[in-house]
């Protein structure tokens, strides 16, 4: 049997680094560069650096 062809997008979490337990998932390409966006944080209610962190099996 031949081995499953990868997929071409991954699905990351993007942690908040204000240190809430706060994060968003998205799913982007697989040849990209790992993501960093400035987003709105509602715990702390403002906007903060959100960095990814790969999702593993079953998350």
């Known amino acids: 049997m ?3 062809a990868k997929s071409r997008t991954i699905a990351v979490r993007l942690i908040s680094m ?3 337990g706060y994060y968003r998932t ?3 390409p697989r040849a990209h560069k790992p993501l960093s966006m400035m987003k709105y944080d509602p ?3 403002k ?3 959100f ?3 790969k ?3 079953g998350l």
């Open 55 to 57: 999702r593993g099996k």
């Open 18 to 20: 204000a240190m809430t």
């Open 43 to 45: 715990v702390v209610r």
């Open 26 to 28: 998205l799913v982007r």
């Open 51 to 53: 960095l990814e962190q």
């Open 2 to 4: 031949a081995k499953k």
């Open 47 to 49: 906007q903060v650096l």
